[in-house]
């Protein structure tokens, strides 16, 4: 089972693939897509809604889980974060694809057992829940990794073919 992992954003958007197997899961893909902060707004979003479009056409996923919108005292920030989410449940509807909606306190239990845990102990854990094909610098990715993780948990393992 392949699982896209999102952490919306307009600025900066977390993607991952996270391949389910077992004992642990394989990053397959992870990436902290930018947008120019010189373009305007919508065509921000529509780069976003391209790139979710472009990541369901390769990677073929089976499952789709996406951070739900937390809100903070910076209305405008997540007023924009509420806008590309909705581009991202767009594209995502458009591809025939269902998608999973976590809360940062769900991603933060998945991860750490914890579901108040810090953006730190997040961090920490997800390398060593998961098996990675290149180290990840970015939180935003980090973040995708940690959203498809949770949905790994909620989901279960697929049968094994005997």
Known sequence: MRILGIDPGYDRLGIAILEKTSPKETVVFSECFKTS???PHAERLHL???K??????????DAI???????????????AVGEARGVILAACA?????????APNQIKLAVTGYGNADKTAVIKLVPKLVFMVKEVLQDDEMDAIAVAITHSCNVGYPQQKR
């Open 65 to 79: 889980a996406i951070e739900k919108l937390f809100f903070t005292t910076n209305k405008k920030t997540a007023l």
């Open 48 to 50: 976003v809604a391209e």
């Open 94 to 102: 458009q591809s025939g694809m269902a998608v999973a909606e976590y």
């Open 37 to 39: 902060k010189t373009l």
């Open 52 to 61: 979710i479009r472009a990541m369901i056409i390769e990677y073929k996923p």
